[in-house]
């Protein structure tokens, strides 16, 4: 188990992972004036993922906390996306009846 | 080990243990607005155009500077900076309430506009229209109440800090509210392309 | 040797009077308070259930009208599922003794625990006001079904509320023992060494942290559809029914699980210690509680069948339940091979836990029938179904309950009920069970639909089988509860060990102190099975 405090992040990191975040915004907005057909709404969610992935990891400080954090997310997003994938099991489906 | 016994690493992973169940909380509206996009994609386009590209950019800019500020409140008082703590931790409500007050004339915009769940002029936009507005209006309704509550979340703990029953040795009350704040910094970061940059 | 008043956490407290419980943080008082409160709703809801069987001894009507009875049966499901069997062994039980069972002096948040209390209470009154208030008692069932949920002018929105609030509490408890168990395990207390009751509880209590939220929304969701009719669940407004049922079971399956996994965990305490032999299997029993977590994740949709959704979800649905059998399967075997050239003792506890086996076992293979989608096109809504999830979770998680009252109320009160009246009781339960929901199964494979009013003639005979069944049923409950209850006032003294057991809370005094454990934190150095140099007190 870790140590119940970690180290301070030193503010320059928190800026520049700020700055990462606005110029991802900025790709989100540009990509999405451009048609790319069903692609457009996997392009926003891969940008929005790696944005959240920023937070998580280094706003949230999961860099610093123990495996069973990780764990934890991990397992969390699994059944988030059985939760998710298996509705659409029905909902693509419904039309081969 | 008494009753009195402190595990800070354990108030942090109850935290997190909470951020997944509010995950999942709105993982039940994105459930409703994936199936609703595959079915009504052009409608979705055709709504998502409706709303105000210039509103939703502003109010991301201003959540993720104040997922920073308040990340960089935890660091100040973990450095012992508490005076900087505090003027980072109201400027982080600062923008919570440019957000809402944003939030606030982007709805009243909308709803002079006679779109908002129920209306009648919005049901005869047709079912997918319908749709896009109903969840848009419950999901980021959703969210403005967490960022409320977040909000006061973390004015009772700069109170705490100014007081200082939150210190550079004890601050897990002002990470654990920091985390809670990030989480809709989270959920807006999946709000903001899926609303309201559909082409 | 009588003592008038109960010792240890009954006493000890920094507050005296009502406030040393309202306000406590200790987790045995937290825990007796939801005890007290679990079985108060329980005999609530027994009484809306023999009413609903009395209504149902012959066709037409004979008690009560048909929107009574509408709102009879969601009321008893309301206050049964969500204020009964979700909080009643995790919450009760769990709460007394995961803390002690890990050698831990309390839970990890001892005031969010209290406040999960409060949270529960509230909603237990919520639900209790929605009867009486508003445009009456909700008639929808307690699934809420849209559309009528949203249509119907009953109080939906308050006892929507009320399962909301419920839910919450659920959600803070689970938060709780994740964490407790992590962080709290006495020096000694490694993974293989925690007992099969906390490993139960550890898969439980994820599920109430990743399942429940999807209740929440879909009850607010239901809400906030009767407030705005914006047409979230209408298809004529680009929303979706069958959703609604989506998100619903996505929630409400795993709860099953929420509701059986401790019940089984009692189980396992149970079984070795009256067999005076280890668990058969430790590994694979506690594995296989993490596996029922997990697989009753994926197989929420067996439920609608009949609802209009997809063939190829179907299906899967159908394939995936079939997999939930298997570590269902492994923990009734392992419990048998414990049992198998065991010094068997039948004590009242013991007579609980084989009856919950036998229940158990007729209910998961009535599930099975239903999980097979070609049999359940034929029972969906039958009474069979009723009778089949009365046999898990009466049958399996009530008697569970009631073996979880004989085994440890001695050690919360120090004080023994009479062995013989509580085996008569037992006796009068279990056949009372049986004849009541075996007719009921019976009378829904001829075809009688649940939750109607009325009925064929040709269906009258099994329903007077099961409703006088439910006579001896509640003959049984009475009995067993006024010894229970006798007991704990004046029953003979029982010092820490009564039954022999090997876990930790035996360990210390009955009743267990404030903080559970004297100046010393325990240290263990061997397994919650190991019987070896365990002897049983005498009483």
Request: charged share 10%; with cysteine; net charge neutral.
């Amino acid at each position: 188990m870790t140590d119940d405090t970690h180290a301070p992040v030193p503010y320059r990191t928190f800026i520049l992972i700020w700055l990462a975040l606005l110029i991802l915004t900025a790709i989100t907005v540009a990509v999405s004036r451009v048609d790319l057909g069903a692609l457009n709404v996997w392009v926003a969610l891969g940008v929005a993922s790696i944005k959240s992935s920023l937070v998580i990891f280094f706003f949230m400080h999961l860099r610093q906390e123990s495996r069973l954090f990780k764990l934890g997310l991990l397992v969390m997003l699994m059944i988030l996306a059985v939760f998710i994938g298996m509705t659409f099991l029905d909902v693509l489906y419904r039309g081969a009846m | 080990m008494s009753i009195e016994h402190r595990d800070d690493t354990g108030a942090r992973f109850g935290m997190w243990l909470f951020l997944y169940t509010e995950v999942i909380l709105f993982s039940g509206l994105f459930i409703l607005y994936a199936v609703a996009l595959s079915k009504f994609p052009q409608d979705y386009a055709v709504a998502s155009h409706k709303l105000n590209v210039w509103f939703g950019g502003a109010n991301t800019l201003v959540l993720l500077t104040s997922s920073l500020t308040i990340a960089l409140a935890v660091s100040a008082i973990q450095m012992g900076r508490k005076k900087q703590c505090l003027t980072l931790c109201w400027v982080t409500i600062g923008l919570a309430i440019v957000f809402l007050i944003n939030k606030f004339f982007e709805w009243s915009a909308e709803i002079s506009h006679g779109i908002y769940p129920g209306s009648e002029q919005l049901a005869a936009m047709g079912p997918g229209v319908t749709s896009f507005f109903n969840l848009y209006y419950f999901t980021a309704g959703l969210h403005g109440l967490h960022v409320l509550i977040g909000a006061s979340l973390i004015a009772v703990v700069a109170v705490m800090t100014a007081q200082d029953k939150v210190t550079p040795e004890r601050y897990t009350l002002l990470e654990n509210s920091a985390l809670y704040w990030h989480l809709f910094d989270l959920v807006w970061i999946f709000l903001f392309p899926l609303y309201y940059l559909i082409l | 040797m009588k003592q008038t008043t109960l010792t240890g956490f009954w006493q000890e407290s920094p507050r005296s009077g009502v406030l040393g419980w309202l306000l406590s943080t200790d987790h045995k008082r937290i825990g007796i308070m939801y005890l007290g409160c679990i079985i108060t709703m329980f005999l609530v809801a027994v009484c809306l259930g023999l009413a609903i069987r009395l209504e149902l001894i012959a066709p037409g009507p004979t008690i009560m009208g048909p929107q009574t009875y509408n709102a009879t049966f969601t009321v008893h499901g309301v206050i049964m599922i969500f204020l009964f069997i979700i909080p009643s062994i995790p919450a009760a039980f769990g709460n007394l003794l995961l803390p002690i069972q890990i050698g831990a002096r309390d839970v990890s948040f001892p005031r969010l625990n209290l406040l999960s209390w409060y949270f529960y209470i509230s909603g237990a009154l919520l639900a209790v006001i929605a009867i009486f208030s508003g445009g009456g008692a909700p008639d929808t069932g307690w699934t809420f079904y849209v559309p009528f949920s949203t249509q119907t002018t009953t109080n939906v929105n308050l006892a929507a509320f009320a399962a909301f609030m419920l839910g919450f509490s659920s959600i803070l408890t689970g938060i709780n023992f994740v964490t407790t168990i992590h962080r709290l395990r006495a020096q000694g207390m490694h993974w293989g060494r925690l007992p099969l009751f906390v490993w139960t509880l550890y898969a439980t209590a994820w599920i109430q942290v990743l399942a429940t939220p999807m209740l929440g929304i879909t009850l607010v969701l239901v809400m906030l559809e009767r407030i705005f009719g914006a047409g979230l669940f209408d298809a004529a407004r680009g929303g979706d029914p069958i959703l609604f049922q989506h998100l619903f079971w996505i929630y409400s399956h795993p709860a099953v699980y929420i509701m059986i996994l401790p019940g089984m965990g009692v189980i396992s305490e149970i079984i070795p210690t009256f067999s005076r032999k280890p668990l058969f299997g430790y590994w694979a029993m506690a594995l296989s509680s993490l596996a029922i977590a997990f697989a009753g994740s994926l197989v929420w949709a067996h439920h609608m069948y009949a609802s209009g959704m997809s063939d190829m979800a179907i299906l899967i649905f159908s394939f995936l339940t079939f997999i939930v059998a298997i570590p269902s399967a492994i923990k009734i075997f392992n419990w048998i091979s414990t049992l198998y050239k065991g010094s068997i003792q039948l004590a009242p506890p013991m007579l609980h836990a084989l009856a919950f086996i036998f229940n158990f076992a007729i209910g998961g293979l009535g599930g099975l029938a239903l999980g097979a989608a070609a049999a359940d096109v034929h029972l969906h809504d039958t009474t069979f179904v009723v009778g089949h999830f009365h046999y898990t979770m009466f049958g399996g998680t009530g008697f569970a309950f009631f073996a979880a009252l004989h085994y440890w109320l001695p050690k919360f009160t120090g004080r023994m009920y009479n062995h013989k009246i509580a085996m008569i009781a037992w006796a009068l339960l279990f056949a009372g069970f049986n004849v009541t929901y075996m007719s009921m199964q019976a009378v829904g494979i001829q075809g009688m639909p649940r939750r109607y009013y009325d009925y064929i003639p040709d269906f009258q005979p099994l329903n007077m089988v099961a409703t006088v069944g439910s006579w001896i049923l509640a003959v049984g409950l009475i009995l067993m509860f006024a010894n229970l209850w006798r007991g704990c006032r004046s029953g003979r003294p029982v010092g820490q060990n009564p039954w022999g057991a090997a876990t930790l809370e035996w360990q210390v005094p009955s009743p267990p102190p404030l903080e559970n454990f004297g100046a010393e934190d325990p240290v263990v150095t061997k397994g919650p099975y190991e019987y070896q140099g365990v002897v049983a007190d005498e009483y």
